[in-house]
Each structure stands twice: as C-alpha cells, then as structure tokens.
C-alpha cells in the first residue's frame, strides 16, 4: 500500500454520541467505500429507541434512529391535539433528547433523523427545525442530524425548490437533508402509493442529476431514489427491484459533472422483505441507509403475542392461575414483563439487519 494513502480496510473509530456534520458526511463516505451501510429504524417511544440503541451496541455499529411524524405524534402521546403538528413537533424533540441522552450511556453512535415529510406536513418539519435552531444555538450543534423531505407527489422542479430552501437552512447547522425522487410504493403512514403509475417507482437518473445541480452547491443532502422499492411486505407482485437504476443515476453524474466514483449518498426505503442479495447489489452502487419498519414492527410483535398465549392462563385476572386459585400473577402481569420481550425481538431482528448491511463489526467505538 502507498504510504499516506487513505484505506478502509481498518474499521472505523466513531465516539459515541449523536453523529452530525462533518462526522456524518464521513461515515456516510467510509460506509460507501467500504460497501455497507446502516439500518435506519423507526421509533415510537422510549422502548423501541431503546432497543435500536442495544441493537448498534450488540453490532458494534453506528444505528439510525428516525421519528416519522405519526411516530413523533405516538411518542408524544396519542392524547394530544395534533391539529397543528404540534403534538409532533414536542414528540420528536422528546424523541430526540430521550436517545441523546441514553446514546452515551449504551456507548453507541448515533445518527437521529426524522422520516418522510410530505407537503402538508411542512409544519412539523418547520418546528423542529426551531428548536434545532435553538439547541445549535447553546450547543454548536443540532438536534437532529438529518430531515427528510418526501415531495415526490410535488413536480420535480417544485420539490426540488423547496428542499433547496430548506437545504439553506438546515445548512447553517451543518445538517443534512434526505431527499426522495420517484415515489415508493406500498403503503405507510397512511400514505398508500399501493396504485401508483407504476413509471414513477423508478427514478430516472436524469432527476437525479438535476437535483445534483440543485442541491450540491447548497449543502448535504442523501436521495431515496425508487427503484422498485416498497413500503410493507407483501407477496411477490409485478413491481420488480431494479437496484441497477441506482448504478446508472451515479454513472450518469460522474460522467456529466466530471466527479469520482458513486458521487451521491442514495437511502433505501421499504427493506423489509427484500433478500439480501438485493440488498448487498443496492448497497454496492451507493447505498448508505435502508430503512427497516415493518419487519421491526412483527419482530417487536411477535414475541408479545408468544408471551400473551403461552401465559394466558395467568392474564385471566389477577388472583389465581393453574398453580391455586388464589395464586397472584402480578409478576406475568406487570407490563415489564411482556414489553422486554418485544424489546428483544426488534434489537435481534435489527442485529440481523446490520449483518444484511455488512456493517457488523466495521466499526470501533
Ligand atoms: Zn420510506
């Protein structure tokens, strides 16, 4: 090897904490030259952040957490009016401040981001944004690392000019700003896309580079490109993955603006369901983050309706189970007790998630 040439065949040394800035751009950076990248998991409360963080501490791996804003709105409570997005707004700051909070204590990096933020949905960005302001402000850094803006439904040049406005905001507190071109099928967060044309499931690398030349000169920024993907899983259908799309939209930019190799940070949606070979092809042309949900929420799932079936002649009432009549089940009972369980399912399937990604174990913290 040449001496003072930069390799990645170390593993990288992260502090742990929230990751944002500069840091970010190079994890991002060492993830794409060394072909892995991070799953980005959605949280809607203290427990299943807590099971993201164990996750990144049982892979040795920096985690994505991220808050979609009906997630941000559960994390707050159910309870609250939203009518305002302000029951989001407070929750993802709680979000937020919970998983700075423990990060150092798991001993893990993070990265805090908040999902798909459509049109209408602008205010909760616009809020959270404040108070990032605001935290920047006292502490020379943000509150969250990233956002992410979905105008996909928006046309191109539209959705292009309002995630540049933003970029130039969220610029100043070093922050970056995931973008979404073509649209993502399936159904989450009650935006179904489940009939959509099916052209727009694949993003054409020349949107790509005009949201290069857009949004380059301005900032950071990651793309969810469409490339077949959806949200959910769902019995194999018509719409087929087309990671190759991925490959094309960065050898079209390399070559029209003359950059090096894999020049943008590309963000897979809907990774549940897909095989890992799919992942490993989307990975290698340039994929930095894969969102995982629905597998996560079945994984949290499951383990709960196990426990409640294989205990459920101690859930009849609180006095008396097949050990006496007057037996107390306070102990099967108590909601620790079953939570933990899901708890542990997500942080394993998240473990599996890391090991899909090849990020397990390239990292030193
Ligand atoms: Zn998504």
């Known amino acids: 090897m040449l001496p003072g040439r930069i390799t990645h065949m170390a593993t990288m040394k992260l502090k742990p904490g929230v990751v944002t800035g500069t840091a970010l751009q190079e994890l991002f950076a060492y993830c794409k030259e060394s072909k892995c990248a991070l799953p980005a998991v959605n949280v809607i409360g203290s427990h299943t952040a807590n099971s993201a963080l164990q996750a990144a501490r049982e892979a040795k791996a920096p985690i994505i957490i991220q808050l979609s804003q009906s997630g941000a709105q559960f994390y707050a409570g ?145 793309v969810a490109a469409s490339f077949g993907n959806t949200h959910g899983v769902y019995a194999p259908g018509n719409v087929k993955l087309k990671p190759s799309i991925l490959d094309e939209s960065q050898k079209y930019i390399e070559k029209e603006r003359k950059t090096g190799p894999k020049p943008l940070d590309f963000v897979f949606h809907g990774g549940s369901g897909s095989t890992p070979e799919e992942i490993t092809e989307a990975v290698s042309y340039g994929v930095i983050k894969m969102n995982i949900d629905t597998d996560t929420q079945w994984a949290f799932t499951q383990p709960i309706k196990k426990y409640m079936d294989d205990k459920s002649a101690y859930l009849q009432s609180q006095l008396g189970n097949p050990e006496g009549a007057d037996k107390p089940n306070k102990k099967v009972i108590d909601p620790r007790a079953w939570m933990h369980q899901g708890e542990k399912g997500q942080a394993a399937r998240l473990v599996q998630a890391f090991k899909d990604l090849g990020a397990f174990g390239k990292f030193e913290f």
């Open 78 to 222: 159910k309870f609250l009016d939203n009518s305002a997005q302000q029951a989001s707004i407070a929750g993802s700051i709680a979000g937020a401040l919970h998983v700075r909070t423990l990060a150092a204590v798991y001993g893990v990096p993070v990265v805090l981001h908040t999902d798909h933020c459509a049109a209408k949905l602008l205010p909760w960005v616009d809020g959270v944004l404040t108070a990032g302001e605001e935290y920047f402000a006292k502490n020379g850094e943000p509150l969250f690392s990233s956002h992410m803006l979905d105008l996909s439904e928006e046309p191109l040049e539209h959705n292009l000019e309002i995630c540049r406005k933003y970029l130039t905001r969220m610029a100043k507190l070093k922050m970056t700003l995931e973008i979404e071109l073509g649209v993502t099928g399936g159904e989450e967060d009650g935006v179904d896309n489940s009939g959509v044309d099916h052209s727009k499931l694949y993003t054409s690398p020349s949107d790509v580079l005009r949201a290069y030349d857009v949004l380059n000169p301005v900032g950071a920024f990651t």
